[in-house]
């Protein structure tokens, strides 16, 4: 009684319905009789919602089983139909929108990862709140009816940096990730510590939506150490975990993924007879299950844009399914890499090429939430296998173009370094990860600058020692870019000591294969003059976060566009908006490569070369009035005076290319808003 009577309190205080406040003039004992009605209601509603919540529990007896060939649920049989939207990629105001479109397509079951970079992006740091608030998506999921398969990790690949996992692992030189290398290990121990403790309380045992748990991810396709699965295992086991264990593999890596205990899945875009038949012959009688048939496929800047047609996509769903299959559609709806969360891809290629911050993956529906083709068709699908109607479609999203919004002012790169964080005085270089920043957690996005002194030209040598890609100055002037490819640069002539600066961009690190343990970013080693190794660097970390963003409004450099920009710089302008604020793209002509911030927040990377030729902005990010736009551009750019971000309606779809071909118009990017 006495802790309802504090909560009562506590709760009238923060709602101003406190009784000494409500201007009424009662007595004592009638304000002893009114606190007394507060209270009995407080313990009737507790008790009520008790009461339901124990009703769930005790009316749930048997959750998820993979005793026979098909999935039960309280014993019924029970096909999954599950689709994958990640609640990091999509803003929070949008997560109802697009779970209703999901169960309005004939889903039961949606499917989330788990990104650890984000939820400890410092060691012992952890944010659970807001964008990456995991408990009230699952909350929400269970309310409108939907069952949840929770993919923890740690590793989750996802075309997400470093597969999810934090770069701060990579500061211990001899670090073994995925393995069972005690500090690593130890590291999982710690999350798994606080992420648990969160999920437990929402599986279907205890009144909440999970189903089923996934063990790691893909393993199999990495399979260092025999050990590390049953690490895993157990590492959820002991927590609380008691729902299905699943794991996830494709054809080649069903031979090592497994782990005694844990039904195995199957991943694949073509339906092949062959791979269904192993699966089945390497665990028979047992429910044969894809957990990510691929609705279509991730890019890479400088590549071009994937397209899985909806009909051969539907035809591939429409066989499984005969096949009394269950199904996960990765992604349903892929949303948006923001800031500098993007993966990069090594796979069959000399060095990595990174993804762009676009998800839309082709899939039923867009990165900004529309219906598409292969939505439509699914739906059609997916209704054959319900009882009843499936739920009306809700609404389409609102989408506003805006006038032409015009730069007013620069501030180059070089007059804003004041504003970071104390500069590292080092003989040798030293990669991002290992700079004294973040309490001492290094630095893991963004750029790095490097810079010493030099008395002579020559040839400047890399050593393929930059990732990812370094813009070159001598003295404050732009001599040339050092990339994977391009390995050596000529630097001029000139008299005295002058300084050199390498700017390395970290484009993203790899998030599939087996380099996960090598993705440490910036300078990586010596890079080299004339044959002798460059020394006495002093090092900035440039990690763009919001703190420094928000602090360049006040630097008193900035420019007007009558003086013509150095580079690198950020530009700035303002978006009047005079109505509720809806959704809308950024497109941005004549500009080279750089990151847009709209009201301090990171929409992410952009590069002329495509495929990519707009930057999402959801509305919620937006408010009535002016609304700050910065862009932080890397190199030259034709826009030197009163540049227009210009806006107007196109569409948010990527540029429309065959999946089987190799067409791509080549456009450049430019600033507008769709």
């Not at 006495?2 to 909560?7: A, M, P, S, T």
């Not at 083709?373 to 809700?394: G, I, Q």
């Not at 551009?633 to 227009?644: A, E, K, M, N």
Request: aromatic residues 12%; glycine residues 8%; charged residues 20%.
């Amino acid at each position: 009684m006495f802790y309802i009577l504090c909560n009562v309190m506590r709760y009238t205080r923060k709602t101003g319905l406190c009784l000494s406040m409500v201007g009424l003039r009662l007595s004592l004992k009638q304000r002893y009789f009114l606190l007394l009605c507060v209270a009995v209601g407080a313990i009737i509603a507790y008790q009520l919602t008790r009461h339901r919540l124990e009703g769930r529990r005790m009316s749930r007896v048997e959750g998820l089983r993979a005793n026979s060939s098909q999935f039960t649920l309280e014993g019924e049989p029970f096909r999954i139909l599950g689709g994958s939207i990640h609640y990091f990629r999509v803003p929070r105001a949008y997560w109802e929108d697009r779970l209703l479109k999901m169960k309005a397509c004939g889903l039961n079951t949606l499917t989330t990862y788990v990104p650890w970079n984000m939820h400890e992006p410092e060691r012992g740091a952890f944010h659970f709140e807001d964008q990456l608030d995991l408990e009230a998506y699952l909350r929400l999921a269970g309310s409108l009816g939907l069952w949840v398969i929770l993919r923890p990790g740690p590793y989750i690949c996802a075309e997400w940096d470093l597969g999810g996992l934090p770069s701060w692992l990579l500061r211990d030189p001899n670090m073994k990730l995925r393995t069972t290398y005690p500090r690593f290990t130890d590291a999982v121990n710690s999350f798994f510590n606080q992420l648990i403790k969160k999920v437990v309380p929402h599986q279907y045992s205890e009144g909440g939506p999970i189903i089923a748990v996934q063990v790691e991810n893909e393993y199999g396709s990495y399979a260092k150490d025999g050990q590390y699965m049953p690490f895993i295992k157990e590492a959820l086991l002991s927590r609380g975990i008691t729902e299905l264990l699943l794991t996830s593999d494709n054809k080649e890596g069903l031979k090592h993924g497994g782990v005694k205990g844990a039904l195995e899945t199957i991943n694949f875009q073509k339906l092949n007879m062959n791979d269904i038949q192993y699966l089945d012959g390497i665990q028979p009688h047992k429910p044969k299950m894809v957990m990510e048939y691929w609705s279509g496929w991730f890019d890479l800047w400088g590549d071009l844009h994937h397209v899985y047609t909806a009909e051969d996509m539907v035809d591939v769903v429409t066989e499984i399914l005969k096949l009394d299959m269950s199904i996960n559609l990765y992604v349903f709806h892929g949303g948006t890499n923001f800031g500098f969360m993007s993966g990069a891809s090594a796979v069959g290629m000399p060095a990595p090429k990174p993804m762009v911050t676009s998800y839309d993956y082709d899939a039923p529906l867009s990165e900004a939430g529309d219906y598409t083709a292969k939505y439509h068709l699914l739906r059609n699908v997916f209704s054959r296998y319900h009882a009843h109607p499936l739920p009306e479609l809700p609404s389409h999203q609102e989408r506003r173009a805006h006038q032409p919004v015009v730069i007013q002012q620069h501030l180059s790169l070089w007059d804003s370094l004041h504003l970071t964080d104390k500069p590292l005085k080092s003989e040798r270089p030293v990669n991002m990860e290992n700079l004294p920043v973040n309490n001492n957690n290094g630095q893991s996005y963004g750029y790095t600058l490097y810079e010493t002194s030099i008395t002579s030209e020559g040839t400047l040598n890399s050593k393929n020692n930059i990732r990812d890609r370094a813009l070159v100055f001598v003295a404050k002037h732009f001599v040339g870019v050092l990339d994977y490819k391009t390995q050596e640069l000529s630097l001029p002539d000139g008299k005295g000591k002058r300084i050199l600066s390498l700017m390395v961009e970290n484009c993203g690190r790899v998030n599939y294969g087996n380099t996960l343990d090598e993705q440490r970013k910036g300078l990586v080693g010596d890079i080299e003059l004339n044959k002798r190794p460059l020394r006495d660097f002093i090092i900035r970390s440039l990690d763009m976060k919001p703190g420094f963003v928000n602090s360049l409004e006040t630097s008193g450099h900035w420019m007007s566009m009558r003086q013509r920009p150095t580079f690198p710089s950020f530009f700035q302008a303002r978006l009047y908006v005079n109505s509720p604020p809806k959704d809308t793209f950024i497109k941005l002509p004549g500009w080279s490569k750089g990151v847009v911030f709209i009201n301090g927040k990171n929409l992410g990377r952009y590069w002329s070369i495509g495929p990519q030729q707009t930057l999402y902005v959801p509305g919620p990010w937006l408010h009535r009035g002016d609304n700050q736009v910065q862009y932080f551009c890397l190199l030259y750019t034709r826009y030197f005076y009163q540049s227009p971000f210009s806006t107007r309606d196109l569409s948010p779809r990527l540029s429309s290319v065959c999946y089987e071909t190799t067409y791509l118009k080549k456009t450049c990017l430019p600033f507008m808003s769709l």
